[in-house]
């Protein structure tokens, strides 16, 4: 925590004092008209208590000390072993006003004054509480000595939340230790609950530390569990415990040992205590080093408003633009000082970019933790056992595209879980385990991230597709797509082919919920299914960074960018190999054909052609295609800036971006480009 | 789809394309820009493929003359782009109208439907926002948002279809 | 990394369990009450839960109750915070299904020390 922190909690402190202390006034005039009514005294006991607390917390010691008084008398009224009187009230106002003075003006507040106070409480309460200050309990530090540490949990300590292993590695922290499983009490297979831990275990530990801090490795468990805790004299031989039942040890069992350790302020002493140890000589346990690596990973994460990244990311955006505009400017310069001047900005510039692009992406594991749930509800819903596994959860992806995944994700789980996974007599017909498998997946490809949900039930029903789709008319009465494409169709408007509309989905209204999001985030959907076997649904994402590398080429006389992480190469185009290439649609790159688009020819560029183009091969999905073009200029910083709505129909860019100049240059959208350039391929191979 | 007419005055920027005066509301208005070089959008609509730089922003220019079917003169010294702000299909959009000269900003009264003439009106009620009155003339706040809208009929097809229907385009519901 | 819920209806205890803990490299959700912090735990799938006893609308008792309830969190770690040096209302809170506790008031490395031993780094 900075200084800054420290100060902003503080004030959080202050402010939330303020309100309770003006909560707690109203409280007590309400009270003195209604002296029993118990809402009010729990009311006003409840804000002394968070005073007294919060206070002790933020360093408030006079005020945490003097509430508590306040605070021990409420709680009698409050168990109804005094009546809140006038005289009650009237005091306690009276010490809510002091407690604000010791909030706000302490070194103004004297004592005597709260003396007085506190007298005439106790006379009203007559009887003064006591509250010993925590005793500092130093377990004694010294020599290292050998232990024998032997452990059982309590029953349903497991499912409370107790963590054995952590045990141990807290064991292994205090020195060397030799651990032993003890198997003996595991019951056999079908008597066994798995939330249960049937394990015991013998440590043999050789540590400086003392009994006490070896207690408090089992501080929450003491009062319940078997321990025994036994200081050896001499290392143990090969005839240690190995799978032999929990010997007696001379120390009674911890139930009894238990009181040796109160009173319970000191456990919180004996936490409190080991970083201002000083005087052991051995490295002293856990806490002095998590002390301070606490301290050292103070730096640690910060929350920011989500408008104030987006707000740096475009500043970060103009920054390149006008850095790639100076130099523009200073390229024709002869001033040797500016360029070395224009071309450290370049560099902190390409740095700060590299830092901000790594804030706006985020781990899909977020998204894929929320999906348990709804695995788990489904599961429930349906009557179908169903397993989610993830896979790629630390594909990062930028934090806007994840927040509109979500959706889609979840209507494609829905649509497994509900048509794709059977019943579970379906799947033991059908010979599958009982329980059904979504499987999602993420991972980055080139320029794209592929995200895709995969279940192991009965695939999707090529006929029943078939026909529906020559019903809505999407397809003509006994056309052959390939399968690929008539399974794009589920994602039309109102297709759904269920039988019923059950509560989750069948409505049709889901899937074509899917595709129009995947639209709107420029990205292409693949279904692959397998009869009996299950399907798989793909999203191919492009991968939005504000700020990417690109390709700056000219056609004609516009200029675009390709995204530079979906080139493969660039190739001359001689004349012959244009000509020859007329009216084709491959090209001949080293043996390969390769289908290639003339953007001269998409882009409708009046301009005739230069006599050396260049083919800039890209790649999406797998699949390629050669883009030519008149010339390739360069490398580009690219910002991107998204279209405007009025542009969504338009097809074969992705975006645009502000040039060194100032003009604006589109985007190409890679895998659009390339689905087209295999259409071609589709066709060509059809006709041949 | 009643054609409405302003019940109290409206702000609004005078323009003129081809000659015929029309205006946007004045609350629309982000800025009025001098002509910049603009890039053209392979595959858009025609009246709305170009694009432009406004102060980082990618912003599109839409040029209404092809929505109304008019002649496309050349741009002059006096043509601007006014930049406005508007919700399409319920999303809050940016958009450039280009315009022959723009007037000024000024005050469009009440006036009520009945008032106003048949003749001269070359477009289907439902892309009318408001007329309005200033001095004696009747001047045309496009609705722009339907206009634009993705989901826009093609006026100029229309237009041409209901000069062959009738002589006389009725405003009032037609 | 680890998420900790962290439920207390006093502000600047939630603040600087929050600072703390994300210093110490866990990620934190706040919740003001019981029946927030329940909403909260059954929303997102926590590592673990860190809450007040006494709290308005539902108190600290009745949410660890609850969230025992939850298969989802048969196991997951709770810590509850307490004042009292009465050994009856830890033994109350434990009954109900608590891991461990932290006594107010709390130095910000007890809290750090008290999470990484019931949940680990």
Sequence with gaps: MTSSDIGDTNDTFRQESQELLEELER?????????????????????????????????????????????????????????????????????????RLLIEAPDEVDEASGEQVLARLQDVVAGASTDAAP?????????????????????????????????????????????????????????????????????????????????????????????????????ADAGYAEGGPLEESDDVPVVAEAPSVQPPPAEAAALQDEPAQKSSAAPSPEQTPRAASAGAKSGG?????????????????????????????????????????????ERLAGELQDITMGVRMVAIGTLFGRFRRLVHDISNDLGKEIELVTEGEETELDKTMIERLADPLVHLIRNSSDHGLETPTGRAEAGKPAKGRITLTARHAGAEVLISVRDDGRGLDRERIQARAEDNGLIAPGAKPADQDLFKLIFEPGFSTAKEV??????????????????????????????????????RLPLTLAIIDGLLVRVGRSRYVIPLSAVEECVELTPEADVRSTGRSFLNIRDELVPFIRLRELFRS??????????????????????????????????????????????????????????????????????????????????? | MQTNMLDEPLEVLTLALQGEIFALEAQQVREILDLVPVTEVPGAQPFVDKIINVRGKVVPVADLRLKFGMEQAEDTVDTRIVVIELDIDRMSAIVGIRADKVYEVTELAPSSLAAVPRVGMRWRPEYIRFIGKRDDDFIVVPDIARILSPNAIDLVAEQASLDRKSASVALAGG | ?????????????????????????????????????????????????????????????????????????????????TTESDAGVKQQAKAAGATGWITKPFQKDQLVAVVKKVLGS
């Design chain 1, 27 to 99: 409280v007590l005039l309400d009270l003195e008209h209604r002296p029993t009514d118990g809402d009010l005294i729990d009311c006003a006991f409840r804000a002394l208590h968070t005073l007294k607390g919060s206070g002790a917390m933020f360093g408030f010691d006079r005020l945490a000390a003097f509430t508590h008084h306040v605070e021990t008398a409420f709680d009698r009224v409050r168990k109804g072993e005094i009546k809140a009187t006038a005289d009650l009230i009237e005091l306690t106002l009276a010490a809510k006003d002091r407690m």
């Design chain 1, 135 to 235: 005793a500092d309990v130093a377990p004694a530090e010294g020599r290292p000595a050998t232990w024998r540490v032997c452990f059982r949990l309590p029953v349903g300590a497991m499912s409370s939340g107790s963590n054995p292993l952590l045990m141990i590695e807290e064991l292994h922290d205090l020195g060397e230790a030799t651990v032993v499983a003890q198997t003996d009490s595991i019951p056999p297979l079908d008597e066994l609950d798995p939330g249960e831990c049937y394990v015991g275990w013998d440590v043999q530990l050789r540590t400086t530390a003392s009994r006490e801090t070896i207690e408090q490795v089992f501080l929450f468990l003491l009062d319940d569990m078997e321990l025994s805790i036994e200081r050896l004299e001499a290392p």
């Design chain 1, 301 to 345: 994460s910060v929350r920011v408003p989500a408008e104030r990244l987006d707000e740096m990311m475009d500043r970060v955006g103009e920054l390149v633009i006008a850095q790639s505009r100076l130099k523009q400017l200073t390229k024709a310069s002869e001033e040797s000082q500016i360029k070395s001047v224009v071309e450290e900005i």
């Design chain 1, 502 to 539: 059950t509560n989750l989905s069948g409505r049709g209204v889901g899937m074509d919920v899917v595709k129009r999001t995947i639209d709107e985030l420029r990205g292409a959907i693949d279904v692959r299914s397998q009869t009996g076997e299950g399907s798989e649904v793909t999203l």
């Design chain 1, 606 to 688: 009046q301009v005739g052609s230069d006599p050396f183009q260049k083919v800039v091969i890209v790649s999406a999905g797998g699949a390629r295609v050669g883009l030519v073009v008149d010339q390739v200029l360069g490398d580009h910083q690219t910002v991107i800036k998204s279209l405007s709505k009025l542009h969504s129909d338009v097809k074969s860019f992705s975006g645009a971006t502000i040039l060194g100049d100032g003009t604006v240059a589109l985007i190409l959208d890679v895998p659009q480009l390339v689905e087209d350039g295999q259409a071609h391929d589709d066709r060509f191979k059809a006709a041949s």
């Design chain 3, 1 to 81: 990394m680890k998420t900790v819920l962290s439920v207390d209806d006093s502000a600047s205890v939630r603040q600087m369990v929050q600072l703390t803990l994300q210093g110490a490299g866990y990620q934190v959700i706040q919740a003001n009450d019981g029946a927030d912090g329940l909403a909260k735990a059954k929303s997102t799938q926590v590592d673990m839960v860190v809450t007040d006893l006494n709290m308005p609308v539902m108190n600290g008792l009745s949410l660890i109750q609850a969230l025992r309830k939850l298969p989802d969190y048969r196991g997951v770690p709770i810590i509850f915070l």
